[in-house]
């Protein structure tokens, strides 16, 4: 990938507004979002011909969710690379989900322009290829909390939750963090209650997987 292309990619807005504007990341990750979904379709649909639409839909949305990426992003060390801005430096931007996802998703825009179809393709499957086989994780990812009440039951905890939310009426975030005894903490965003407690619960379901 271009050096000038794969600084974009790596380029948060909010570094953008700190330096004149420079180019940041969201064009990139738009294109990459649809080279991502692309290459999960394709593959899903070739390797597992006795699947339905519906299934296929609920395998390709746990592969290409927040939660997916954001944990790609942390098996190539990509929160090191990241151009943030000071407050999101301060407030530990280096290990946001949906930061790492985005920025994903950016670097395979970058790959679709500077290096074609193909090889940004590859670089999908290469990334991705790794959470295909994990059955446990479509289950988590169909309704996390239910899959996270389950996993901390046998560890003998419930999973309890705290959300906060910021931001204007007709554009709210809500923060959702869930704790389970002293073994897991993970946070989620949404924009909703709903959907910042989902986004919680399956950070939370991977990392107490991964215990």
């Known amino acids: 990938v271009e050096s000038a292309l794969l600084r974009q990619a790596l380029t948060h807005r909010s570094y953008s507004y700190e330096h004149g504007g420079v180019a940041h990341n969201e064009r990139l990750e738009f294109l990459g979002d649809a080279v991502l979904q692309l290459a ?3 593959k899903l649909f070739s390797d597992n011909p006795e ?4 299934e296929l839909a609920k ?8 939660v997916a990426l954001a944990e790609v992003a ?3 060390d990509l929160g090191s690379f990241l151009l943030l801005g000071n407050g999101e430096e301060l407030t530990g931007g280096r290990n946001k989900d949906s930061i790492l996802a985005d920025t ?4 395979l825009g970058a790959a679709f322009v500077s290096c074609g179809a193909d090889v940004a393709r590859d670089l999908v499957l290469r990334l991705v290829e790794p959470l295909f086989n994990d059955a446990d994780r479509f289950g988590a990812s169909m309704d996390p909390k239910t899959s996270l009440q389950e996993l901390a039951a046998t ?4 999973p309890v939750y705290a959300v906060q939310h910021s931001g204007p009426d007709h554009a709210r975030e809500f923060t959702a963090t869930v704790r389970v005894g002293d073994i897991v903490e993970a946070s989620g965003t949404g924009s909703s209650k709903k959907h910042a407690e989902i986004a ?6 991977t990392a107490l997987n991964g215990k």
């Open 104 to 107: 994903t998703e950016a670097i």
């Open 59 to 66: 395998r390709r949305a746990a592969l290409v969710s927040t």
């Open 51 to 54: 699947l339905d639409e519906g």
């Open 155 to 158: 560890h003998g905890e419930t």
């Open 200 to 205: 919680a619960a399956l950070a939370a379901w």
């Open 74 to 76: 942390r098996g190539i």
């Open 40 to 42: 999960v379709t394709v």
